[in-house]
């Protein structure tokens, strides 16, 4: 009597490539959520950036920095381009302002141990090591 064999895989060799395939994950998942997190620092420090540009050339027609983003910078919105953060202007005078951009409830951004990022007239604020950081980060 001829024994028939399938053309098929055996259980161990599936739960090899399964297993294969954990591991894998288990390296690309955090690597992908990194990137991920780190184009979204970039959305924050890419708006705060084009504020500080826009401030300068405000105070370079005017006596004080602007006090409102929307009305003397001409923004469309308080949000960052990619709707991750929400940009804030206070402490204004004829020589100083700060920008702050908050993550937005409701997204990953709101988990990110950065948190929100400052930038004043002098540059941006790296008053801890955690900020400091987070500014290189990208």
Same mark, same amino acid.
């Given at each position: ?41 970039t959305d924050a420090m890419t708006a705060l950036l084009s504020v500080q540009s826009d401030q300068t050339m405000w105070r370079a027609n005017n006596v004080s920095y602007a006090t ?7 923004? /469309? +919105? ?8 929400? @940009? =804030?202007? #206070? %402490? ?22 950065? /948190? +929100? ?8 604020? @790296? =008053?801890? #090591? %955690? ?8």
């Open positions: 009597m001829k024994q028939s064999h399938g053309n098929g895989f055996t259980l161990i060799e599936m739960v090899t490539v399964i297993a294969i395939i954990g591991i894998l994950a288990s390296f690309a998942i955090p690597t992908y959520n990194n990137h991920i997190q780190s184009s979204r620092r409102n983003l929307i009305g003397d910078l001409g923004w /469309g +919105s308080t949000d960052t381009p990619e709707g991750f953060y929400t @940009i =804030s202007l #206070s %402490n204004i005078s004829a020589t100083t302002y700060t920008i702050t951009a908050t993550p937005k409830t409701g997204t990953s951004q709101e988990n990110d141990t950065c /948190g +929100s990022y400052i930038l004043t007239q002098d540059g941006p604020d @790296i =008053s801890t #090591s %955690n900020k400091k950081l987070c500014w290189k980060k990208n």
